[in-house]
């Protein structure tokens, strides 16, 4: 199982629509709240080139976004970005 890390807010939809589908999949991850702490903010956007949560890893493979997650998911490409990243 490939590592995955959503950097997200406590009160993002987009983060907990992320999580629940990474859930529904049984897939573990790790969190990173970037809310109220620039310092972790200014990392998230240096490794993903994007400004807003949540932004998904698997791996170093960047997905991207909520909505970047779930066209893979729905395309099928993300369990091939799992396997490759294992």
């Known amino acids: 199982m490939p590592e995955i890390t959503i950097y997200l807010t406590s009160t993002c939809p ?10 529904g999949k049984g897939l573990t991850y790790n969190e990173i709240n970037v809310g109220g702490d620039s310092a972790l903010w200014a990392a998230m956007q240096e490794k993903s080139g994007r400004s807003t949560v949540p932004q998904i890893f ?12 779930s066209v893979v998911d729905r395309s099928g490409e993300l369990d091939k970005i799992l396997a490759e990243n294992a």
Request: aromatic content about 10%; overall charge negative.
């Open 14 to 23: 987009y983060c907990n629509m992320a999580k629940n589908l990474l859930n």
């Open 58 to 69: 698997i791996g170093e493979h960047h997905v991207g976004g909520f909505d970047d997650l």
